[in-house]
């Protein structure tokens, strides 16, 4: 399966514990995105990557989430100091930018990640 | 602010029956569309997208969209239903509040589908 993978694909920790979530995108795709989705709602943009850039973080939903690409390749996403607020699905999602090819605009997602926090 | 709604939280359709499932959009300039399904369990697929050209979007599993400008619409269509459509379905626009080379998407409440047998 060459598709966008995430791990794990459940986390229960306690408030204010710390938790990191792990996405591989498709290889050769260069944006990587972070979305948050919550029960009855749509998936909402928290931040993206273009290679190893972080081109957009102002959406993330506080200075408590931070995210790295740090080879242009994997990403992770990380809480600290979890409120059961954060209680959500967490998805990443990749897409090719190259030129004007139609196949700019797809973003392919992965199965996310489902935090629980008590 | 641009923002996408989708006015239906739950579509009931008789399995063999057309169904259409309704999205409406506001932003400023073209706006980029987009359809995603999501199964129980599992991350988005992407169905279709309206960049620009025939109003008429053909996409995957035999769904089609319409783009109507005049409306600001973007309704979801298949002419014979499938009960393994049954699904929850995302309608989203191109997020224009960030740069020109960013592309996140601006997703609706989502729309769940039952396929009735």
């Known amino acids: 399966d060459t598709g966008v993978s995430q791990n794990p694909r459940h986390k229960i920790t306690k408030r204010g514990q710390n938790v990191t979530f792990r996405c591989d995108p498709i290889?050769?795709?260069?944006?990587l995105y972070w979305y948050r989705q919550t029960l009855g709602q749509g998936p909402e943009f928290l931040t993206y990557?273009?290679?190893?850039?972080?081109?957009?973080k102002s959406r993330l939903l506080s200075d408590r989430f931070s995210a790295e690409r740090p080879k242009g390749s994997f990403s992770t996403l990380e809480i600290q100091r979890t409120e059961q607020g954060d209680s959500a699905m967490y998805l990443c999602?990749?897409?090719?930018?190259?030129?004007?090819?139609?196949?700019?605009?797809?973003?392919?997602f992965g199965p996310g990640t489902r935090l629980t926090v008590t | 602010a641009q923002s996408v709604a989708q006015p239906e939280d739950q579509v009931n359709v008789a399995e063999g029956n057309p169904l259409t499932v309704k999205c409406t959009y506001s932003?400023?300039?073209?706006?980029?569309l987009f359809w995603y399904v999501q199964y129980p369990n599992r991350g988005l697929q992407f169905l279709l997208k309206?960049?620009?050209?025939?109003?008429l979007v053909k996409g995957s599993y035999g769904f089609e969209a319409e783009f109507n400008k005049s409306q600001t619409s973007f309704h979801l269509k298949k002419p014979s239903a499938l009960v393994s459509d049954s699904a929850l379905y995302f309608c989203?626009?191109?997020?224009?509040?960030?740069?020109?080379?960013?592309?996140?998407?601006?997703f609706g409440k989502g729309t769940k589908l039952s396929v009735i047998p």
């Open positions: 989203a626009v191109r997020d224009m509040n960030s740069g020109a080379g960013s592309y996140q998407l601006t």
């Open positions: 990557f273009q290679n190893e850039a972080q081109l957009e």
């Open positions: 999602a990749s897409s090719l930018v190259r030129g004007t090819s139609g196949r700019l605009y797809e973003q392919y």
């Open positions: 932003v400023s300039g073209n706006p980029y």
């Open positions: 290889s050769e795709h260069n944006r």
């Open positions: 309206y960049i620009t050209g025939d109003n």
